[in-house]
């Protein structure tokens, strides 16, 4: 199965602000952002299966590239708990070095593992497997696209943030 991971663009919020799960609003940009995107997809048509997480950030592109998009939870970027929204530099230093220390097992204070994402991003791609579909489109989150990738290609997660994702990349994965 052919898969094509697209990251959302710009999300409108002051950098060195922690954001996961919640639902931002996206930067003026956007439409120069999607023609950049759009001209590097190929042969998209209503028959390819197009799935998105449901916060806006991505299911503003996704209604931009097909009228037929499933919208999944398990799209949906790591939940940060009650470090969403917050400044980096200010949550509480000690708590924040234990999770960097082992940011694959440890939730955020009241948030998710990275190994609990990944769980629930590689059972969506299982479960597009077991449907046998061929071809799927995914806009998502850099999170959830390093964890398919880990998952694929068998990399360690503590690994896998050396994939670089910038907004409104695209990568293709052999599942």
Same mark, same amino acid.
Request: charged share 30%.
């Given at each position: 199965m052919e898969v094509i991971l697209i990251r959302h663009t710009t999300p409108k919020i002051e950098k060195g602000i922690c954001y996961g799960q919640s639902d931002?609003?996206?930067? !003026?940009?956007f439409e120069e952002e999607f023609l950049t995107?759009?001209?590097? +997809? %190929?042969?998209? /048509? #209503?028959?390819?299966?197009?799935?998105?997480?449901?916060l806006k950030r991505c299911a503003i592109l996704a209604k931009k590239l097909s009228n037929n998009i499933s919208f !999944?939870?398990?799209?949906?970027?790591?939940?940060?708990?009650?470090?969403? +929204? %917050?400044?980096? /530099? #200010?949550?509480?230093?000690?708590?924040?070095d234990i999770w960097m220390n082992d940011f694959v097992n440890i939730a955020?204070?009241?948030g998710e593992s990275y190994i609990k994402m990944f769980g629930r991003t590689s059972e969506f791609l299982e479960e597009l497997k077991e449907k046998g579909i061929k071809k799927a489109f995914i806009i998502t989150h850099a999170?959830?696209?390093?964890?398919?990738?880990?998952?694929?290609?068998?990399?360690p997660l503590k690994d896998?943030?050396?994939?670089?994702?910038?907004?409104?990349?695209?990568?293709t994965l052999n599942v």
């Open positions: 931002i609003e996206i930067e !003026d940009s995107i759009q001209k590097q +997809l %190929k042969n998209i /048509d #209503d028959t390819i299966a197009f799935y998105s997480s449901p !999944d939870d398990r799209l949906k970027e790591l939940n940060f708990g009650d470090w969403e +929204l %917050k400044k980096w /530099d #200010d949550i509480d230093k000690k708590t924040l955020p204070t009241n999170g959830v696209i390093r964890s398919m990738h880990a998952f694929v290609n068998d990399i896998s943030f050396n994939l670089k994702v910038p907004y409104g990349a695209i990568i």
